[in-house]
């Protein structure tokens, strides 16, 4: 196949519509069902090289949950927790049996499921029957992958009544070295960004504490991966092997790391006994409930503890979780990875991340304030490291990119 019509372009005005190789070549993938769209396979193509660079890298198999061509999530397969298995919602499945990859998108849609719902799923490895269980659960567009098991492709076919979005794609698919963009008729060139992610990127470490663990080894080079493909300005957050606060394409960089930082936070506050234990009513369904967790957690609590609201979710009225119940909670938040696309100007960043548990940075340095943000990191006794390189991903490529 040399090309393939799609519905329509970012938006349903916008036709004709589709994909093909400059060079009249066969296309890297097939649609195995339903009809995917422009930003499908944005996010799509974006995500496949995500967690490709996640498998290569860590040598784990790797899932990303991308929406609007920024991951929403991403992790490695790393073994569930009990407590992780009650937040991510698959408690009920046979989640100690998991498979890796299935681990890898229980963790990568459970760290922001709010931003995950209606996600379009990458999966660095052939889809077996348990990631697809999972997949099946959940509101999605699509998945890619190199393959599918048999069972696999049954269970998700059953999806949407056959018309949920699977692709396959060639995992010896090498793109050029050159990619081409247009805005407004003009066409762009630049060289791939194909800078390798590894142990040398993040070996110039500028503060006093120079204690690096292979574990925030890992989760250095993972926040970095994400960013790559992550819509600029952007921080990624990352602990235990997947990212817990992605903050994508601001203007300011603190309002990034402020972005990720919040969620980063929400994503520990689920695991407080006090939200685990709400008293959901039986008929309120998983995206009713995270929806209610993200109020209750927040400032406007009162939206749904308040009478004539607490009612329609809960059993009883849930106590008021405080701020300072939330900061008491917080403060056990430890260990987390910060990754960055570009320098910190300011130290506030540094801060702002040292109140989600920030421990490792990494970071291209080079702002004229980096003695600022070192100092600032040493205060808390947190490991930076300068990777010398920037990694912007600019343009919301949903709109303009020529795949």
Known sequence: ?????????CNPNQKPSRIYMEDGSEL??????????????LDAFNGWQLVSGLKKE??????????????????????????????????????????????????????D?????????????????????????????????????????????QKKKGNYN?????????????EHKQVYGVTFEQGRQELPIDDALISNIVTKNKELTEEAKRDMKISLIILKYTQSNSVCFVKDGQAIGVGAGQQSRVHCTRLAGQKADNWFLRQSPKVLNLPFREDIKRAERD??????????????????????????KPSIFTREEK?????????????????????????????????????????????????TCDKYNMVMAFTGIRLFQIGRASCRERV
């Not at 196949?1 to 372009?9: D, P, S, T, V």
């Open 166 to 178: 699977v692709i396959q794609i060639d995992p010896a698919y090498v793109p050029a070295p050159i």
């Open 291 to 316: 929806n209610a967790i993200d109020v209750y957690i927040g400032e406007e609590y009162m939206d749904v503890c308040a009478d004539g609201a607490w009612e329609k979710i809960f059993t009883e």
């Open 28 to 41: 890297p993938i097939q649609v195995l069902s339903g009809k995917p769209g422009y930003i499908n396979f």
């Open 58 to 111: 860590t040598g784990l198999p790797a899932a990303t949950s991308f929406k609007h061509v920024s991951p929403a999530g991403a992790a490695v397969g790393l073994p569930l927790t009990e407590t992780q298995a009650k937040i991510y919602w698959v408690d009920d499945m046979d989640w100690k049996n998991f498979s890796p990859l299935a681990c890898a998108y229980a963790r990568a849609r459970g760290a």
């Open 1 to 9: 196949m040399k090309e393939l019509a799609l519905k329509y372009g």
């Open 327 to 375: 900061r008491a909670w917080l403060d056990q938040l430890t260990g987390v990875t910060l990754g960055s696309d570009a320098f910190f100007p300011f130290s506030d960043n540094i801060e702002r991340a040292h109140k989600s548990g920030v421990q490792y940075i990494a970071e291209p340095g080079g702002s004229v304030r980096d003695e600022d943000v070192i100092a």
């Open 113 to 157: 499921r709010m931003s995950s719902f209606g996600d379009f799923i990458a999966l660095s490895d052939t889809c077996d029957k348990d990631t697809a269980l999972l997949i099946k659960r959940e509101v999605s567009d699509g998945v890619i992958a190199p393959g599918y098991t048999e069972e696999a492709l049954e269970i998700l076919h």
